[in-house]
């Protein structure tokens, strides 16, 4: 993994006790911020990065040199607008972009955590998030706003901190992990842990990597973040750089290809581990099992605005989940509204350029404001 | 904003809460929103629409008022308000009820059959009416069930529900219909206005 210049770091001092039981403390939490905090501290807006991103929200990311992974919406006059709001972005407890993860030392036994690193939950990554709150001196955030695993933790935080932020915008997500969605995780993560470089999490101190699980984890999961209709219009059948079918394993179509350079790129940024834990954090997500399975009630007196967004053709966190948050909170009478957007491009299209979307989110921001 | 859109407006207290069904680009929302101090919510079908009604700051959920409605809690809007849209549903009768469900009360218009321009064109022309309230033709209409003033009259008796204020709109005119009017404004008015209790 790379050294961590570039990156801003909160040392949370605050012992945070972990939902698995342990407690941590004086660990790392790496963020980035765009825009500038106004006197009145009101124009802050915190964004929970999904599955494989990091605090690099827009502009380019110094780790890969490539652009932030929400360029799209985020930036100078965009969506979310970075000359009228203070953006927050902190990398996820278990990541592997500067935050407190498994490929951290163990102060008490001087080793790589590897898989002796605590399992961490979506409450636990906003429970840590809030000291970056703190730190900002934020009494009410604008807006807390993700898509994917990002918008999990929209729900979790508005649950956990109700009076802490104005308006709060969950994306293309769910308030519980599905069969489905876990069965996925599980491929991935058996992908990784299949590889012999993986060395039972302990690769770090091996000097090894298991960068073809790992790749094969993202290639699966690449799969799912797309649509099928998306796929057949980008790809059909066209061969990769070939007149004909060779007869052979090498990726003779150009879907192929697509996938194991999506795998091939991904290992240079991301940490096996960290992607054990995150997607674990994610299947343990169930917001409404503290509350005997009533959802509601994960939001009760809330004052939140909220503002909820799918995609037609969403298939892993599909309208009819999005649509159940929405319920849940209008059986309180809770102020929220909702859209799903039309787009092939799948879950993926909350990152991507669809001018609808963008548009609404747009237009939600700047009149809440 | 157009005229019904007042009359709904006169009806409505301020600092009540609403539910628009069918609320279309917000601009009945807009203007509760913005004059009455009215907490109010949309439901929209059309995907423009609830773009439309996002960029005015209105809350809206997009979704259909056979389906959607039900995930409101009972009595959770003072007004629940359909304009011009029960005709539009496969079945208004369970719309109706859904309304009186979660409003305390409903506003539901609608564009009379009996109205004696349409009448006349069927009368005369012997097709289908197509007038300023009905625009489309009749294999394009979003309209099922058309009824008359008296219609509605009839199946709120049938149906047990209380006719709390009717009003006749023809042109820019507004006037109550009585039961001693009512054949009379059946006649004369394009759009019926109600306030409907259980």
Partial sequence: ?369 | MKHEFRIIADLIEANSRVIDVGCGDGVLMDFLKQNKNIDVRGLEISKDKVQKCISKGLTVIEGNAESDLKQFPNHSFDYAVLSQTLQAFLNPEIVINELLRVGKKAIVTIPNFGYWKVRLHLLIKGTMPVTETLPDQWYNTANLHMCTIKDFFNFATEKNFKIKSSLALSKEEVSEIKNSNLSFKNFFADLGIFIIEK
């Fill in chain 1, 1 to 369: 993994m790379n050294i961590k210049k570039d990156i801003k770091n909160l040392l949370v001092e605050k012992p945070l006790k972990l939902d698995c039981g342990k407690t941590i403390s004086n660990f790392p939490l790496a963020y980035e911020t765009y825009g500038s905090l106004n006197q009145k501290k009101d124009n802050a807006i915190l964004i929970f990065h999904a599955l494989t991103g990091d605090q690099f929200v827009t502009g380019i990311n110094p780790i890969t040199n490539k652009d932030g992974w929400w360029s799209y919406a985020v930036g100078p006059g965009k969506a979310i607008d970075t000359d009228k709001f203070f953006i927050i972005c902190a990398n996820v407890i278990g990541g592997c972009m500067g935050s407190f993860g498994p490929s951290d030392l163990d102060q008490e036994t001087q080793k790589i955590y590897g898989i002796n690193f605590p399992v961490i939950t979506i409450n636990d990554m906003v429970n840590a998030q809030i000291n970056l709150i703190d730190y900002f001196g934020i009494e009410k955030l604008f807006s807390v706003i993700g898509g994917s695993m990002g918008g999990m933790q929209v729900l979790q935080f508005v649950s956990n901190f109700p009076n802490r932020a104005k308006t709060a915008i969950p994306i293309a997500c769910t308030s519980s992990h599905s069969a489905q969605n876990i069965a996925l995780n599980e491929l991935g993560r058996q992908a990784i842990a299949s590889d012999s470089n993986w060395c039972d999490g302990d690769y770090i101190a091996k000097n090894s990597n298991p960068n073809k699980g790992l790749a094969v984890a993202r290639m699966a999961a690449h799969i799912t973040y797309l649509s099928k209709k998306g796929l057949q219009e980008k790809f059909g059948r066209k061969l990769q750089e070939r007149d004909d079918l060779k007869f052979g394993f090498d990726a003779d179509f150009q879907i192929e290809s697509y996938l194991r350079y999506q795998g091939s790129v991904f290992v240079d940024r991301f940490d096996a581990n960290s992607y054990l834990y995150i997607t674990r954090a994610m299947d343990y997500f169930d917001l409404s099992r503290k509350f005997e399975g009533n959802l509601s009630k994960a939001f009760k007196d809330t004052k939140t605005k909220f503002f909820i967004i799918s995609f037609t053709s969403d298939w892993l966190y599909p309208t009819q989940e999005n649509k159940e948050i929405v319920i849940a909170l209008n059986a309180i009478g809770a102020d929220v509204g909702f859209v799903e957007i039309e787009s092939d491009k799948g879950h993926d299209s909350f990152l991507l350029d669809v001018p609808e979307f963008l548009k609404a989110l747009k237009n939600f921001l700047e009149k809440s404001y």
